[in-house]
């Protein structure tokens, strides 16, 4: 007790939440510190507390049982038995007063404040009847014996009180029936044991107090019984309340029989009823209640418990009936009892099976109705997958198609059911442009089931089931599955129609501009001889007025230029000269070309740290420059400073142009480079221009090989730098000047001396030297420019000869290159390297030993392999014929499909390169023509045209191994390579041998 208090007065509230709100966590078997938790800290010290007190109580009741039924002294017994009623009552009477002052839910507050105010009632009732003297047999008290009744009706009121389960309808008709049940089997049992003795002999008066309390330990049991029953998350401690008070009642009906037959003696185990009653009811008082106990409702288990209590109990009164009360004759009171018994306990399981009846049908109409609702959201999903016009198809993690929508099945021509359980990728991905598959790892799908993104492309190619492409729009988003990436769904339209209506579009624009130009030539050469005077002098308004129609005319061809060129990049038509050069002289030239605008805007333009070389051309770098220094000027406040810098790191070549200017917001940084995309509309008509600068610029390093980005702190200023592949400065650059395409040789000494010197004998016998002194530059120089030999010294500091011979032998792009050893030893010195190489120079190496094997080993490939060029265009021939010749190829050039019949005939070439469209006639008629000639049937062809060609169309253009390259999309460069790859095939080079 001295514990409770404590708690009550230390920590009230703490203590009210551990009786209250804590769900037993020992059970769960977890350990929470008790500095994290304090809630559980201090429910597990009153766990511990109610093992002590449960264990004390436990000892008490087993000695009162033990002293009770020994053979003990009468007066012992009888003095054992008022100790424990004492004792008992008043440990009873305190826990429930605790118990109530701990409570915070009213209803148990007011259960165990009747408790409390009972065993106060009992105490008292038993405490006068002591003072008094009274015997309870022979002369009780009437003071005594109502506050019993008073103490019984109490408990009973306490019981009631207990919060349970808020039974409606058929629940509450089912617990009226248990009561009857209960109470009618009670009844039995003491009418049976009881009535026949008591009644015997006693007065009118007296029968009516004889029967009082057996008829209230009726109530109270069956009360109990029903307080179990209905008992769900405070089991334990209602199970003891209503355990408690049966043996309460189970004593009173024994001490009336005993009484009426005048056997009773007080101190015999009856009184342990009452002791062990008070015990019970004690110890419930230890146990918190769980806060609500809807909330631990589970009507299976109590329907089976409840049942078998209720035949238990039913079973019990009829075994005492039979057993008891064998000798006396059913009276009519005792066989109404049974029958409505009987009739009680068959209505509640009739009640309950109609219960359950209707329970189930409920829940089949339920699960019907789910089973409805569900058929028809898949069918609806159905209906929606089905009318959409795109495709859709589902993929799961392997990329196989686990469904298809009609459309998408109609778009690429396959019945649905060949589709799914195909791969997609494999199925119908086109593949590249030269005819390999697209690789799966870098497919789409692959990357949104991979990274779980949602991955889209704007133009991709499917293959239908008859071979034909089809350009489509992809969008590709991850099935997720919570945090598992199961798949993923595609969602694909055809394109065809905006494709065309692109083309149309920008063949209307070039047409049109094409047309505008010429009238505009004459609009703006005759406002410049108005405004400039030479007809005449115009009045100052009509001066002022053809100043503003000569600016206009001007904004005017800008803009049709602008178009143009945008065009010719987007078509890949745009001619290209790439030749190398020095970054600073193309810096140089574009600050030139607008030092005008910079001084008139008040803006100073400074050059920084430039340095590198660059390939490339020269014009359209120089383009690409003026623009961004335009613009970087154009949106600069007076006074600021526009800074210009190159610099050359990792084998490019990074141009920056840097203003002070307003800034660029970040969520425009990349779609400035889009067409016709400005920061602010009001640019065009206050700072000039068409938003078409930036694309220009884009198109044009990306030609390059490069990459252009932006970089902007609004107010701050911005910064546009652009990468161009750059060229390994050569030391042989400052000699003379040889051809552009005359075979490029490299040479590689750790003496520079030596390098210079052989340099200059190249340069005499007309070839193009790259110097270098060191292994590793030269691997990197011979990757970067395929030279058509590279000459190599042996012994160097970190990379030897020998490591540059195996570096150049490993790698694709050089493993054709002829190589040439200079060494102070001959070739069986190390015969490892002979054996790869070409031939082997013996140092001091002469000036025609060096020409002659220099030709030998170039001549090699030259007489072995020729290429023709058949391209009308005279620009993109002659950087075609130059990048060629650098390998030492023979390349000859036809512009007409007559002149490439003929000129084919005569020299049949290792390698055709093929424009399509020819002034005289297409490719097409080339390739039938050369068909005809059993020499050149099978010749290998690169076909490079501006069009892409279709599947059907690259069947007309096969003669050997044919190749498709689409001039927008494939550099000149990449065009050497491949061409450079097929010389390599024809010459019988293949990879690891030669
Ligand atoms: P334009 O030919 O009209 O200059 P651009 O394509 O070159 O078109 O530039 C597009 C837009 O990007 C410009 O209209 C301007 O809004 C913004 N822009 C480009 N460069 C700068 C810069 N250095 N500072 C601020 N804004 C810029």
């Known amino acids: 007790m001295g514990a409770i208090t404590q708690g009550v007065s230390g920590a009230p509230h703490a203590a009210v939440e551990a009786w209250e709100l804590s769900h037993e966590p020992a059970d769960t078997g977890e350990t929470t510190p008790a500095a994290e938790n304090p809630d559980a800290a201090l429910a597990a010290r009153w766990r511990r507390r109610r093992l002590w007190v449960a264990a004390v109580l436990a000892v008490l009741g087993l000695a009162f049982i033990v002293v009770l039924a020994s053979d003990a002294p009468q007066d012992v017994r009888s003095g054992v038995s008022g100790l424990g009623l004492l004792f008992g009552g008043v440990l009873a009477g305190i826990s429930s007063a605790v118990r109530w002052h701990l409570s915070t839910d009213s209803r148990r ?13 009992a105490l008292a009732g038993n405490g006068w009847s002591a003072i008094v003297g009274a015997d309870p047999v022979t002369s009780p008290s009437w003071v005594a014996e109502s506050s019993l009744v008073v103490a019984i009706l109490l408990i009973i009121a306490g019981v009631l009180s207990f919060p349970a389960l808020r039974r409606r309808g058929m629940e509450l008709v089912l617990l009226v029936l248990d009561g009857l049940v209960v109470g009618g089997a009670a009844l039995v049992m003491v009418s049976v044991l009881v009535f026949s003795q008591v009644l015997q002999g006693a007065s009118a008066g007296g029968r009516f107090e004889a029967l009082l309390f057996p008829l209230l330990d009726v109530a109270l049991v069956t009360v109990a019984t029903l307080l179990v029953a209905r008992s769900r998350g405070d089991r334990v401690p209602l199970t003891l309340i209503g355990c408690g008070f049966v043996l309460y009642a189970c004593s009173d009906v024994a001490f009336v029989m005993l009484a009426a037959r005048g056997t009773f003696d007080f101190g015999s185990p009856v009184d342990l009823g009452w002791i062990l009653g008070y015990l019970m009811l004690s110890m419930a008082a230890w146990f918190p209640s769980v806060e609500s106990p809807e909330e631990t409702t589970s009507l299976g288990t109590s329907d089976v418990l409840g049942t078998v209590l209720i035949f238990s109990v039913l079973l019990l009164a009829a075994l005492v009936r039979n057993t008891a009360g064998e000798e006396a004759a059913i009276n009519p009171a005792q066989t109404a009892m049974w029958l409505i018994l009987l009739f009680s306990a068959g209505a509640r399981q009739i009640i309950l099976g109609l219960d359950n009846d209707t329970l189930r049908r409920g829940l089949e109409r339920r699960v019907q109705e789910q089973t409805t609702d569900l058929r028809r959201l898949a069918r609806q999903n159905e209906v929606l997958l089905t009318s959409v016009a795109d495709g859709i198809y589902g993929v799961d993690a392997d990329g196989r198609i686990t469904f298809v929508n009609p459309a998408g099945a109609a778009l690429l021509c396959y019945p649905v059911d060949e589709l799914t359980g195909s791969r997609a990728h494999q199925a119908f991905h086109a593949p590249t442009e030269l005819g390999s598959p697209h690789p799966w790892q870098g497919c789409y799908i692959t990357e949104s089931i991979r990274d779980g993104v949602v991955t889209s492309s704007e133009e991709d190619t499917y293959v239908r089931a008859d071979g034909s492409h089809i350009p489509v729009e992809i969008t590709c988003s991850p099935l997720l599955d919570g945090p598992t990436i199961r798949g993923a769904v595609v969602a694909f339209r055809d394109i065809t129609q905006r494709r065309e209506v692109d083309r149309i579009k920008n063949e209307f ?399 049949l070439p290792g390698v055709i390169v093929l424009d399509l469209q020819l002034p005289d006639g297409a490719g097409v008629d080339v390739v039938s023509e050369l068909r005809q000639d059993g020499r050149l049937a099978s010749t290998p062809v690169v076909v490079y045209s501006a069009a892409e060609v279709t599947r059907e169309e690259r069947e007309d253009l096969r003669l050997g191994e044919t190749l498709f390259l689409t001039k927008g999309r494939v550099p000149p460069a990449e065009l050497e390579d491949r061409v450079l790859e097929l010389v390599d095939a024809v010459t019988g080079v293949t990879r690891g041998e030669r």
């Open 109 to 121: 507050r007011r259960a165990w404040a009747c408790f409390t105010l009972g065993a106060v009632a």
């Open 509 to 907: 624009l070039s047409v049109v501009s094409h047309e505008l130009r010429t009238p505009l030539t004459s609009i703006r050469g005759s406002l410049g001889l108005l405004s400039g005077g030479s007809l005449g002098e115009l009045s100052p308004p009509a001066g002022r007025m053809a100043a503003i129609a000569l600016d206009s005319s001007e904004r005017l061809t800008r803009l049709i230029d602008d178009i143009l060129d945008m065009e010719r990049i987007e078509s890949g038509t745009m001619p290209m000269n790439f030749v190398e050069h020095d970054a600073t002289d193309l810096i140089r030239t574009a600050v030139g070309q607008l030092e005008g605008l910079s001084q008139a805007s008040g803006v100073r333009l400074e050059t920084v740290a430039t340095g590198g070389r660059v390939v490339g051309d020269s014009d359209r770098i120089v383009q690409t420059l003026t623009n961004l220094i335009g613009n970087a000027v154009k949106f600069s406040a007076a006074g600021g400073v526009v800074r210009v810098s190159s610099a050359e790191h990792d084998a490019r070549v990074r141009f920056r142009v840097a203003d002070e200017g307003r800034g660029i917001p970040s969520e425009k940084l990349e779609r400035i480079f889009e067409r016709f995309e400005q920061v602010d509309s009001s640019d065009t008509r206050l700072k000039g221009g068409s938003g078409l600068g930036l694309a220009i610029s884009k198109g044009i390093v990306e030609r390059h090989g490069g990459r252009i980005w932006a970089e902007s702190t609004p107010d701050v200023g911005t910064v546009v730098s652009f990468d161009i592949p750059s060229t390994t400065p050569s030391l042989t650059d400052r000699g003379a000047k040889v051809d552009d395409d005359a075979p490029l040789i490299l040479v590689c000494d750790d003496d520079m001396g030596v390098v210079e010197t052989l340099s200059e004998m190249l340069r005499q016998h007309g070839y193009r030297p790259l110097g270098v002194t060191d292994g590793a530059t030269a691997v990197d120089g011979a990757l970067a420019h395929r030279p058509a030999a590279v000459l190599t010294d042996l012994l160097m500091p970190e990379t030897s000869g020998a490591d540059v011979v195996s570096r150049l032998r490993e790698e694709d792009r050089t493993r054709h290159i002829p190589i040439v050893v200079m060494s102070g030893l001959g070739p069986a010195a190390d015969p490892l390297v002979a054996s790869a190489t070409d031939s082997w120079l013996v140092k001091p190496v002469t000036d025609e030993r060096l020409a002659s094997t220099v030709a030998r080993v170039v001549e090699g490939r030259r007489r072995e392999t020729s290429v023709l060029v058949v391209e009308d265009d005279a620009h993109l021939a002659s950087v075609i014929i130059a990048l060629l010749r650098s390998h030492g190829l023979q390349v000859a050039h036809s512009q007409t499909a007559a002149e490439a019949v003929q000129c084919a005939r005569e020299m």
